[in-house]
Each structure stands twice: as C-alpha cells, then as structure tokens.
C-alpha cells in the first residue's frame, strides 16, 4: 500500500493561519520540504469539499485522494471531526482542501462566521468546490446544503462580481455536487440532477448581486453532477464510482473536472505568502479584489527570488572582483562575469514564470539594474586596465617614431595612424573582454535588443550602461593619447622654434657681420631690414613648409598659418637678441677698431705702406682726416637708429662714448707729436754744412777704399744704413726684415768664395 501523504492544519478551530517561519505548521514550510511536490510545479490544482458536520466529507476526500485526514468514530457517536481546515496533497499534482463542517452544535453562533470565512478562502483559491450532500436531504433548505450554497454564491460574486468581473470574464469555479448514497434503483440519476439545477436556479435568483450584474450561475461556475453508492452497504460499488471519479480529476481526461490552468494563477512556491494575504484580508473582513492580491503576491514573490538570486550572484562575483582589484594586467575576458549574471536571470525568469508579467517584468529591469550595478565596477576597472596598458603602448610608440633632437617629418600624419590603431585595439580588446554583457544587462526595447535570458514579458529599459562605460574607456584613451600626442607635438613645435631660431641667426650674424665691417652710413637701416625679415611669417614658412605641415594641427592651410604666425613673435624678439648681441661685440671691440680706422687713415699710405713724413707733406690735414674718420665710427654707435636697431635699448652708453672719444684724442695726439717730430727729423737730414760735403772724401778716401773694396763691410754698410732710415721713419718692423735679407745674402756670397 502506498504511503500517505502528510496533512497540515493550515487554520486550526480559532481561525488561526500558522506563521511563516513556524517550520511544523507553516503552509511553506509543508510545500516546501513534505508536500512531495516541486516549488515550481505547474498546473496543480486545488480541490476543497464543504458540507454538513459529519457527513464523510474527510472519508470522501481519503477514498478519492489518499488523504489522511483524520474520520469519525461512528462507534463513539456522531460528533465534530475536523476543526478549522486541513490540507494534503494527492499524486496527480493535487492540493486537498477539508473543510470544517457546517450546521455544528460545537462551533457555537461563530461558527457561522468561519463558514463563510472559510468558504470565501476556498473559493478563491480552489479550481474545484465539492458540495457533499446527501440523497435524502435533496429538496431541504438547510439539510440539502442550500443556504451554505448561497453562501457560495455570495461570496464567490464578491470575489469575481462587480469591480473584478469588469477586468474581464472571472476565471469559472467548478462546483461539484457529490450526492451521497444514491440508490440507482429507487431514484435514478438524472431526476436528482434536475433537482439540484433547480434548487441551484432558486438559490442564485435569492442571492445577493454586485449592482450591475445581470449574468446566470452558469457565466461563474461550472455545476458538475455525481453521485456515489452507499458507503456502508455498497462498498464494492462505492469503492468502483471513487476510483471512476478520482480519474476525473486528473488534467487531459476525458471529462475532467479542472478548468484550463488559468494564465494568471498563484505559482505553488508563492501559495503560502498567497494565503496568508487573504485570510488577513478576510478575517478583517475587507473586500477581496483577488487580481489585486495576485499582482500584490508578485510583487512580493518576484522581489524575493529576485533578492536571493542577487545574494548569490554577489557571493559568486566576490572573489572575481578582489582578483581584478589585486591584479595590474587587463583581464581579456569578462565571460564568468556575463555566465553569473546570465545564471541570476535565467533562474529569475523560469521562477516567475507563472506570476502576473508586468511585476515580474518590472522586477526584472531592477534586477538587471542591480546586475549591472555589481558589474560595472568590474567592467570599468578592468577597461581602465585595458586603458593603461594602451596608453603605455602608444606612449612607447610614439617615444620611439618621434626624434628628440630633430623635428619629425609628416608628424601628424603618423601620430594619427598610431592614435587611430591604439583606440581600434583598445575597443576591439575592450569588446571582447565584456562579450554579451552589455547585451545581457543592457537590454532596451525601445532600441530593439532584447536579453535571449529574458522571459515573454516585456523589455525592460536598460540605458545602456556598460555600453557606455566601454565608450567611455574610448574617451578616455582619446584624452591620453591627445595628452600625450599634445606633448610630443609641444615638444617637436619647441624644436622647430629652435630650428627657426637658428635659421635666423646663422642668416642675421651674416648680414650683420657684412653690415658692421662696412659700417656704410645706411647702417641701422640695413640692420633692421635684416632683422625684420627673419621675424616676417613669409621667412619661416618658405624655410620650413614641410615642417609647419606636419605640425599643423589639423593640416589645413588655417592652421598652418596660424602655427606659423605663433612663430614669428618668438623670431622676432630672437632676432632684436642676434643684433643685440652682435652689436655689443663691435661696441666690446670698439676702442680696438677706432685705433685701427685712424692707424689705417693716418699711418698708411692708400698703398696700404707706413707713411715716411716729407717735409713739404700735410701732416695736420691728414691727421684731421683720421681722426674724423674714427670719431665718426664712435658717433655712428651712439645714434637714436641704433638703439631702435637693438630693440630700443642704445648699445653704447654716454660714458662709454665719453671715454672712448677721449681715448681716441689721446692717440690721435700723441701720433700727431709723432708724426710731426719725424717730419723734422727728415727735414734736418737734408740740410748738411757745404765743409762737410768737402771734407767728407778728403778724410775718408782710404777708408771708404778700404771698405768699399770689402763685401763683407760693404754688406754691413748697406745694413746699417737700412737700421738708421727704419728707425727715421719709425718703421722698425721693416729695417728687420731688410736686415734679415741682406745677411741672408751676405752668408751666400761668403759661401760662394
């Protein structure tokens, strides 16, 4: 024999519904852990019986269930058996419903009040009310269960009528009317049938309607009609017509007695918190707006499982996340990622399966909510890796193409190449690091992508955000090579200034050194002609077109003149330094050349040879000239246009001036004295006595024989004669080298004798 399913007091005699967490008497506790049926069995049904006290409702249940609700002892006499309602389970996906009987002495004036409260419990939530009435009683008002069925009318109207039934058509109840002990051979089946349609007819025309209902018994409940052989002195038959009956409730036969599995019905694992709604609401006898209490059950329900499955998706994305926390390499997959998240909606979806769509629906967009708020982190330190390691490539990249001490050609062009590669690597990387993710958690109706894990409801608005944080990872990327690319191109700009810069000098110090060794009197003009030419943007751009091109920003022709116009203002002040410096070294030098101009103007000839004084030669003249000459170098220094030339500041100051005029008059008066005395010098030489001329040969004859027959003396004459006019004309330089020639002969000469 099989073995019997366990039974649950779910309200004991008081009314009371036992707690959720009282783990022996709560209804979760029983469907979860002794029911024998799965948390998330579907179509399974709920059949209840009410009837009088003591009328083989629990013996009728145990026969065509297997229940194992407790009998009555006839022997002991005819007394209550079932106190409150009990509850079982049969093998065909079936919950038993018994109820307490009707009409008992024992329940007292209350007893009325849980009859009704009882039967508005059973009729909500069962598919199928059985009516237990005996044969014999068929026709009674009260014994025939009559007034406990317009009980049943009542209160299922006030489940389904008025407010509710504009929903929609009310799911129909089916009331089957169990006729006890019926003796085919006396009274056959179908007069009884008519009798009950009749009563029924009576019954629902006396019961009270919500206003505006104007519907039949027949358009919310289904009458089903059976009947049964005395349980006592027909057990074969009665045993046979139980077994035949118990068949009909069994889904797919033949004449079933379940309805269709309504699409909105209570899933089992939220049966518990279900009951206990209602009967919280019955008891304070509040309307009952059952679709109402079902989206309010889940609500509560989808909320529930949809707080565990994020419990577990936390605990399994735990370790994941210190490891990417710990870890400076980017992960190249995110895939246990996407796998848990996955896991957490699918099992969502199967387990509100049955609940109202549009709360589950609208729990599953805060799920995916609180999904994606647990794997952004995730997702954005693992792409801020992926960020970090591109921009270390780039930067090595560009270190490497971009030469410190030269500019590069074609810059831009290049670095653009290798910005472009990086950011196409990094969200190719960044991509397939997430994988469906975004689409996973990201989902958007509105845009037409929609999860594979999702249930038939509908989409839920996910704003993309893992899809924007990998935009966002190319953003950033963007801004770091641009940080990057901006300092090579600072630093290659710096080198091109630098390249400019020398252009400029090596072409100023040129014209400049032209200028000052002529020092013609159009001086400071062509001076800043000069200068200004190489701050003119005309200059830098014919000198280093392809240089501007490549550090455009851009590459257009705006923006290479605008990077050339940055130029010219540095160039300019560069080339006012060149003169400056320049200018400074002729004023550095300049007692040095004044000395020279007037040595060149008063000490040589046009010739370029020392000037020897001839008495009848101008001395004073020439003198003036030189030092006019001089001087006029020493004012050209100290004019307005030479300090505009060096950029406003005058490169000879007025004591500087002062003493180099009086360094320059110093010289010119001692050369003067010079001049003058050697003058005189060659003048007396010419005017010898007459007696000297006489006596010169007379006293000297043998001598200048003796001498003259000599080349050795001879030589030394013509020597010493040499010394004797170098040292008149105060030439000693060139008496040395005439000396040095004529010995040179003279040691030829004695070689050849």
């Known amino acids: 024999m099989a073995e019997q399913p366990p039974a649950l007091q779910l309200l004991d005699d008081r009314g009371e519904l036992a707690a959720a967490d009282d783990a022996e008497r709560s209804l979760e506790h029983f469907i979860a852990h002794k029911s024998g049926l799965a948390a998330d069995a579907a179509n399974f049904a709920v059949v209840s019986i009410m009837g009088p006290q003591s009328s083989g409702k629990s013996t009728l249940m145990n026969q065509l269930f297997g229940t194992p609700f407790a009998v009555m002892d006839s022997a002991q006499g005819r007394s209550q058996t079932t106190k409150g309602a009990w509850l079982s389970t ?16 024992e329940s007292g004036d209350g007893g009325k009040t849980f009859e009704r409260q009882s039967s508005l419990l059973a009729l909500a939530l069962c598919d199928v009310v059985i009516v237990n009435v005996w044969s014999n009683d068929l026709g009674r008002a009260d014994a025939s269960n009559m007034s406990l069925l317009r009980t049943v009318f009542e209160v299922h109207l006030q489940l389904f009528g008025g407010a509710a039934a504009k929903r929609g058509a009310p799911p129909k109840t089916t009331l089957l009317f169990l006729i006890r002990d019926h003796i085919a051979e006396q009274t056959p089946l179908e007069k009884l049938e008519e009798m009950v349609h009749r009563d029924v007819a009576s019954v629902w025309a006396a019961a009270d309607k919500p206003e505006g209902f104007d519907g039949g018994v027949e358009s919310v409940f289904a009458i089903q009609i059976a009947g049964l052989p005395h349980f006592v002195f027909q057990r074969a038959a009665f ?59 889940a609500t509560h329900r989808c909320a529930q499982i949809a707080d565990g499955l994020l419990r577990d998706a936390r605990a399994a994305l735990e370790p994941h996340r210190k490891a990417v926390e710990k870890t400076t390499i980017p992960l190249p997959s995110l895939l246990w990622c996407h796998a848990i998240a996955e896991e957490c909606i699918r099992g ?15 729990r599953r967009a ?82 037409g992508r929609h999860s594979p894990a999702a249930d038939d409801g509908d989409g839920d608005g996910g704003g993309g955000e893992l899809r924007a944080l990998c935009d966002g990872a190319g953003a950033e990327l963007r801004a770091r090579v641009a940080a990057a690319r901006d300092g090579a191109l600072a630093s290659q700009r710096a080198l091109l200034l630098d390249a400019a810069k020398g252009a400029a000098r090596d072409a100023l110090t040129k014209a400049l050194d032209t200028t000052l060794t002529k020092l013609p009197p159009t001086t400071w003009a062509d001076v800043a002609r000069a200068r200004d030419a190489e701050g003119e943007e005309a200059t830098v751009r014919a000198r280093f077109a392809e240089e501007i091109d490549g550090l455009a920003a851009e590459g257009s022709e705006a923006a290479r003149a605008a990077l050339a116009a940055s130029l010219v203002p540095p160039l300019r002040r560069h080339a006012v330094e060149v003169v400056r410096e320049g200018v400074g070294r002729e004023v550095h030098s300049l007692r040095h050349r004044l000395g020279r101009t007037f040595d060149r103007a008063f000490r040589y000839d046009e010739g370029g040879l020392p000037r020897a004084w001839a008495p009848d030669d101008d001395v004073k003249g020439a003198w003036a000239k030189a030092k006019k000459a001089a001087l006029t170098q020493l004012h050209l220094f100290g004019e307005a246009a030479a300090a505009e030339a060096c950029g406003g500041d005058a490169p000879l100051a007025a004591a500087l001036a002062a003493e180099l005029k009086e360094a320059v008059d110093d010289e010119a008066a001692a050369a003067f004295e010079s001049a003058k005395a050697a ?62 020639q004529a010995w040179e002969q003279i040691n030829a000469a004695a070689a050849a004798r």
């Open 90 to 105: 049969s093998a065909n996906n079936t919950l038993v419903l018994d109820l307490q009987g009707t009409d008992s002495i």
């Open 366 to 447: 805060e799920l995916r909510g609180q999904l994606r708020a647990e794997a952004a982190p995730l997702v954005r330190a693992n792409n801020a890796l992926h960020v970090d390691a591109k921009t270390a490539e780039f930067e090595a990249a560009l270190e490497a193409a971009v030469p410190a001490d030269r500019v590069m050609p074609r810059f831009r062009l290049a670095v653009a190449a290798m910005a472009a590669e990086a950011e196409s690597s990094l969200t190719s990387e960044v991509r397939e690091s997430i994988g469906e993710l975004p689409k996973l958690l990201d989902d958007d109706e509105t845009s």
């Open 679 to 740: 003058q005189a010098a060659t003048a007396a030489a010419a005017r010898l006595p007459t007696w000297v001329y006489v006596v010169l040969p007379i006293l000297g004859a043998n001598e200048a024989i003796a001498i003259l027959s000599s080349s050795f003396a001879r030589s030394l004459l013509v020597l010493a004669a040499i010394v004797v006019a170098a040292a008149e004309l105060n030439a000693p330089g060139t008496p040395m080298r005439y000396a040095r």
């Open 239 to 297: 045993d046979d017509a139980a077994a035949a009956l118990r068949r009909r409730f069994e889904r797919g036969a033949a004449e079933t007695l379940l309805p269709p599995p309504a699409a909105d019905a209570v899933p089992l694992d939220g049966l518990g918190a279900y009951v206990r709604q209602l009967w919280s609401a019955i008891r304070a006898e509040e309307d009952l707006d059952l679709p109402t209490h079902k989206q309010a059950l």
């Open 348 to 362: 969502y979806a199967a387990a509100t399966k049955r609940y109202d769509k549009g709360r589950a629906a609208a």
